[in-house]
């Protein structure tokens, strides 16, 4: 990457673009990390409730975005599969998961990338250091859970089992990533009780959780000691799941380390700096504190 392209005016402008977002926590890392390396950086946070607008609306926000001289956008919930046909070109692993987070303006051409699967997959090296990835269960298959399952099938799992309140999105999920991981076998689940009862561990991607949707994704009772639970949902860092899984005496991966990586790999992206990740984890932790 060529990083004199990318800060050669150490000003720099980005954004956010998603749903509720207005507690998230990604602006202030970026600006802070910024501030480490002389930039003059700027992230707006362009939240579609606030505004009262929907994903129909997210062509002309990206649109407005690019025309005002913005670096570039990171894309959450509910947008990250809209805006895979918005931009010009796709990263790699982008072109497999079909969910984008961030977009990149340059040379007057959008690229797509996701950050979100390496976010996890880091997270997880460091928190669940040699948990089994045997057979693990996964709850959600929207544009987070795509790629949170690239990157278990990525990190090693032999097999995966998919739960979605839509059996055909769960199905669309296995059938995609199925044919980029030969190594790792999909499939969609119909009992979950079933399922746990023999999983190595379970991973939660779906909206339940946030501030915004509080509660649990499953049964109180299917949560056993057996088990290591990996979270992605971070507003809460403590989530109803987080603590049941704490209590229960399961191995605990909470959302924390997915939106600190995450946010690492895109700051690199925007800028052609590689941050700090060790620094962004510590300012995270005490924002959350």
């Not at 990206?62 to 918005?86: M, R, S, W, Y």
């Not at 949707?213 to 639970?229: C, I, K, N, S």
Request: hydrophobic share 45%; net charge negative.
């Amino acid at each position: 990457m060529n990083t004199q392209v990318a800060i050669s005016s150490r000003q720099l402008r980005v954004g956010l673009i998603g749903a509720g977002i207005g507690r998230s926590l990604t602006p202030t890392m970026h600006m802070r990390e910024g501030e480490n390396y002389d930039l003059s950086y700027r992230y707006d946070l362009i939240d579609l409730e606030a505004r009262g607008l929907g994903v129909s609306d997210l062509p002309a926000l990206i649109d407005e975005a690019e025309a005002e001289g913005f670096a570039g956008l990171n894309i959450t919930h509910p947008c990250k599969q809209a805006a895979v046909a918005l931009v010009d070109e796709l990263s790699p692993d982008a072109q497999t998961l079909h969910s984008i987070n961030t977009i990149v303006f340059r040379g007057g051409r959008r690229i797509g990338h996701n950050t979100d699967w390496w976010g996890f997959a880091e997270s997880f090296r460091r928190g669940l250091a040699g948990a089994s990835l045997e057979y693990v269960v996964q709850l959600g298959a929207g544009g987070a859970g795509v790629a949170v399952a690239h990157a278990v099938a990525q990190m090693g799992a032999r097999a995966i089992e998919i739960f979605d309140l839509d059996p055909s999105r769960a199905q669309a999920l296995a059938d995609q990533l199925q044919r980029a991981h030969r190594k790792c076998s999909f499939s969609v689940g119909n009992d979950l009780a079933a399922a746990l009862n023999v999983a190595d561990g379970l991973v939660h991607a779906t909206p339940t959780g946030m501030a915004a949707h509080p509660g649990l994704p499953l049964e109180a009772r299917l949560v056993v000691d057996r088990l290591w639970v990996a979270e992605i949902v971070y507003f809460p860092i403590e989530t109803e799941l987080v603590k049941l899984a704490t209590q229960s005496g399961c191995r605990v991966l909470d959302g924390g380390g997915m939106a600190v990586f995450q946010a690492v790999k895109a700051f690199e992206l925007f800028t052609g700096i590689r941050p700090n990740a060790e620094r962004m984890m510590q300012h995270f932790n005490s924002l959350r504190a």
